[in-house]
């Protein structure tokens, strides 16, 4: 057992010397793969150390986790500027990272813009983020036009939401309505949600 925790340090070992060689001859990429090793190893100060060399020769591709890892120690500023640097140069999975750092900030305005730009850049799961932080700050009616414009393309989550939503408004005809679309689709949450509504309407007659 001794000798194979012995072994796994010297391939560690071997394997820091191979990206020490790559560094020393200029490779951007070796400097952000260790960058990533030392940031999952939550080796933060050593993450950011060669996140920072890469950016500094000109290599961008890390600068989304760099802008990440800033936020985790809630550093706001060099957050948002990381991010930025990632948004110029194409990377776009930091225009969500970019909207929750203004959200956790108390920035909503800020937050809403980058959301939107995450949506129009298709970035994966945008358009459920925005909708998570519609109903968050209480703006239904944006939250709703969304789930509206997604029912009408058959999606029977949107539909069963948009229900939730009639029923919160006390709008129950339309609930019923949007509950029945989806249950026709097959979505067990809206059959549910259908049979609940029509007992309590019956409970009522």
């Known amino acids: 057992?001794?000798?194979?925790?012995?072994?796994?340090?010297?391939g560690i070992d071997k394997l820091f010397e191979e990206y020490m060689k790559r560094i020393q001859s200029g490779d951007t990429k070796a400097m952000n793969e260790i960058g990533l090793i030392f940031q999952n190893s939550n080796e933060n100060k050593n993450a950011e150390k060669w996140f920072l060399k890469?950016?500094?020769?000109?290599?961008?591709?890390?600068?989304?986790?760099?802008?990440?890892?800033?936020?985790?120690?809630?550093?706001?500023?060099?957050a948002k500027?990381?991010?930025?640097?990632?948004?110029?140069?194409?990377?776009?999975?930091?225009?969500?990272?970019?909207?929750?750092?203004?959200?956790?900030?108390?920035?909503?305005?800020?937050?809403?813009?980058?959301?939107?730009?995450?949506v129009e850049k298709d970035c994966g799961n945008a358009k459920n983020n925005l909708l998570i932080f519609y109903n968050k700050t209480h703006q239904t009616d944006k939250e709703k036009d969304i789930y509206l414009h997604l029912a009408l393309k058959n999606n029977s989550d949107a539909m069963n939401h948009l229900g939730i939503i009639f029923v919160g408004e006390g709008k129950f005809e339309e609930a019923e309505k949007w509950?029945?679309?989806?249950?026709?689709?097959?979505?067990?949450?809206?059959?549910?949600?259908?049979?609940?509504?029509?007992?309590n309407f019956a409970e009522k007659k």
Not at 65 to 70: A, V
Not at 86 to 115: P, T, V
Not at 179 to 199: T, W
């Open 1 to 10: 057992m001794k000798k194979n925790g012995i072994d796994k340090l010297n």
């Open 54 to 78: 890469a950016i500094e020769a000109g290599d961008y591709e890390f600068a989304n986790n760099l802008g990440y890892l800033y936020a985790s120690q809630n550093d706001f500023e060099n």
């Open 81 to 118: 500027k990381y991010y930025l640097l990632a948004i110029e140069n194409q990377d776009f999975n930091a225009l969500g990272n970019l909207a929750i750092l203004y959200e956790q900030n108390g920035k909503h305005e800020e937050a809403e813009k980058y959301y939107l730009q995450a």
């Open 179 to 199: 509950f029945l679309k989806a249950s026709v689709l097959g979505d067990e949450h809206a059959k549910n949600n259908l049979k609940v509504l029509r007992d």
